[in-house]
């Protein structure tokens, strides 16, 4: 079903993570994680203007999201269990940290002049702007999703493979709370609201909505498949897709299905959602398009796997591929494709 994945059930247990390249983007560039490489490339036109390391390590590779600091920095971990800075102008390295036992799978979250980074091997760190750690935060499984934050708690809630949804002092790393153990692995990134609800799938064949305040269940209802990808939240509606390439979106306050679709191959990713459109990509290597009511718009066939949340920059959708030589694409909102990246050999 999922290339380079082996899980031992749903108990949290693993032995390989996910392998697919990690985007993210702004105004002029689009950042991608991939392989040997973290690549910065042009939105304008298509063409890298660096890539990090200058010269491949057969050692280092690099799949976690990449993550911009509000103070100017490009945070990326690698599968040698390091977390780089970079300068995202020109790709150089501002600092390393290397103290982690495990790999990087997540992106980091950059917080109130904190960076603070879940690791494979079951910490969350927490790092100062220069790279130095202030604490660290051990759970009983892998941590495989992005940690997400609440303004008004000053707290970090962090999803775990163990089962449980974890809120921690962003301050001191203290634990706030644990949940109960909720049926499933965590892996997608989890989103909020305004009232204070944390959203998140899981690997129990559920989405589920927490009290960000005591971690009590608010609602939980059943998927077809596991969530893999994170929901996103358009105002009071979830959106959300499973394993099986059910394609949900849901009432965030009640947790009632408002329409469900069948899309064509498993969803491992967040879908992207804009004013006038959701963009789904499938590991069947379809991106789909559907409008705020699940009425499609229009599809595309890429000949590579879709892992990857789409990223959107200005008027560009772009795609990251799995397989195949080429690793970025740049449509407009119709499906038309304005570029490709394919990385120089060198």
Request: hydrophobic letters at 40%; a negative charge.
């Amino acid at each position: 079903m999922i290339a380079s994945i082996t899980l031992a059930g749903c108990t949290g247990a693993t032995n390989a993570a996910s392998s697919w390249p990690g985007l993210n983007a702004d105004q002029e560039h689009a950042y991608v994680a991939f392989n040997q490489f973290v690549y910065a490339i042009n939105l304008s036109n298509g063409l890298e203007k660096w890539r990090f390391p200058i010269e491949a390590d057969n050692k280092v590779s690099f799949y976690a999201t990449p993550e911009l600091s509000q103070d100017g920095q490009l945070l990326v971990g690698d599968y040698s269990n390091k977390l780089h800075s970079l300068n995202p102008a020109t790709g150089t390295e501002n600092w390393l940290f290397d103290d982690a036992t495990d790999r990087y799978i997540s992106g980091a979250l950059a917080f109130n002049d904190r960076i603070y980074a879940a690791n494979n091997g079951h910490q969350l760190y927490a790092l100062d702007p220069s790279g130095n750690l202030l604490w660290e935060f051990e759970t009983e499984g892998p941590l495989w999703a992005k940690p997400t934050t609440d303004e008004r708690c000053d707290c970090i809630y962090l999803p775990s493979m163990d089962h449980h949804m974890y809120a921690v002092v962003a301050e001191t790393g203290e634990l706030k709370w644990q949940s109960e153990s909720l049926g499933g692995s965590i892996v997608g990134n989890p989103t909020m609201n305004e009232a204070g609800r944390i959203f998140f799938g899981t690997f129990g064949s559920e989405i589920l909505a927490l009290d960000s305040q005591t971690g009590a269940s608010v609602w939980r209802t059943p998927t077809s498949e596991w969530v893999w990808g994170g929901p996103q939240l358009y105002q009071d509606q979830l959106f959300v897709g499973d394993l099986g390439g059910t394609f949900y979106a849901l009432d965030s306050n009640t947790g009632t299905i408002e329409w469900q679709k069948q899309l064509d191959g498993s969803i491992t990713a967040s879908p992207l959602v804009t004013d006038d459109a959701i963009y789904i990509p499938t590991e069947n290597g379809i991106l789909y398009a559907l409008d705020l009511n699940g009425n499609n718009l229009w599809n595309k066939q890429f000949e590579t796997k879709l892992h990857t949340t789409p990223v959107i920059s200005g008027d560009l959708i772009l795609v990251a591929a799995n397989g195949g030589d080429e690793l970025l694409y740049a449509l407009e909102t119709n499906g038309n494709q304005k570029w490709v990246f394919i990385p120089e050999k060198k």
